[in-house]
């Protein structure tokens, strides 16, 4: 009786193995091999309704199954463009750099290009912190206007990559604008000068010419001032920054009877420095 109450225990307990082994399985997804067209298909169904991670997943799986049709290499671009819309921009960048790797002479190559630049870009963070992903973006349309300069993406990109360049001449003219507060002139003038030097077409330009002036001012180099005000008068006589150094300058400036004799005489006699 023992012997046959052991049995049953065992056959008991390897029942109930293979029971929870089964509802394990079922977790998972079973594999079933489908059309090409019937996966793609349903991956842009899946995008067309917004599920974007569902149809990422979808465009993933033509290429697993089927990784050698033409189908394949257009889900690769698809699923990055999935990953775009969903805001999963590291995915979307790997998707892009890995189709453009297999397939560089595809006639969508150029959109790819374009859609790894625009990855970066919705990434542009506030000028409060670090711009390495401004630089990313601007590298990244840089890309599209010098490989594809005749395509309506590099026109797209040449517009995004002037408000790219204006974002990063904000940083420098914000860290210039804290130095100059704590009274750390030298630090500030490098900052704007640096604007000057490299975001010569940015809206910064008026602004980093009056601070550079005051900043100049604040250590008693009384040339060095008036040669920049001169610029910012010659350059932007209609900008309010214009008008506000005017009257630091002529009126409590730099204080000398002539100064706004000077002022208008300066403007006039100095040619465009951009």
């Not at 029971?19 to 079922?26: G, H, K, T, V």
């Not at 569902?54 to 465009?59: I, P």
């Not at 150094?245 to 465009?272: K, M, Q």
Request: proline content about 4%; some cysteine; charged content about 25%.
């Amino acid at each position: 009786m023992l012997r046959k109450a052991s049995a049953k225990n065992v056959i008991a307990a390897c029942g109930l193995a293979l029971l929870l082994a089964a509802c394990s399985s079922d977790d998972k997804p079973e594999y079933v091999e489908r059309p090409v067209s019937e996966l793609y298909n349903g991956a842009q169904d899946l995008l067309d309704a917004k599920e974007y991670q569902k149809a990422a997943e979808a465009f993933d799986e033509v290429e697993r199954q089927h990784p050698y049709s033409v189908w394949a290499t257009k889900a690769t671009l698809m699923s990055a463009y999935a990953y775009y819309q969903d805001n999963k921009y590291d995915d979307a960048i790997t998707a892009i750099d890995r189709f453009i790797s297999l397939h560089p002479a595809n006639p969508d190559v150029p959109y790819a290009y374009y859609l790894k630049a625009l990855s970066y870009y919705e990434q542009i963070s506030d000028v409060g912190r670090d711009q390495q992903m401004t630089q990313h973006a601007m590298d990244s349309l840089d890309d599209v206007i010098r490989r594809f300069p005749d395509s309506q993406y590099a026109r797209d990109a040449k517009l995004k990559k002037d408000l790219t360049v204006d974002h990063l001449a904000g940083k420098e003219m914000s860290v210039g604008r804290y130095y100059q507060d704590r009274g750390e002139y030298l630090a500030a003038i490098n900052r704007f000068k640096s604007v000057l030097d490299k975001y010569q077409t940015t809206t910064h330009v008026p602004e980093a010419l009056a601070r550079l002036t005051e900043s100049y001012l604040a250590l008693g180099l009384d040339g060095e001032a008036k040669r920049t005000a001169s610029v910012l008068g010659h350059n932007f006589p209609g900008s309010p920054w214009y008008e506000d150094f005017y009257d630091l300058l002529v009126g409590d400036g730099l204080n000398t009877r002539e100064s706004e004799s000077w002022w208008h005489s300066t403007t006039t006699a100095l040619g465009d420095w951009f």
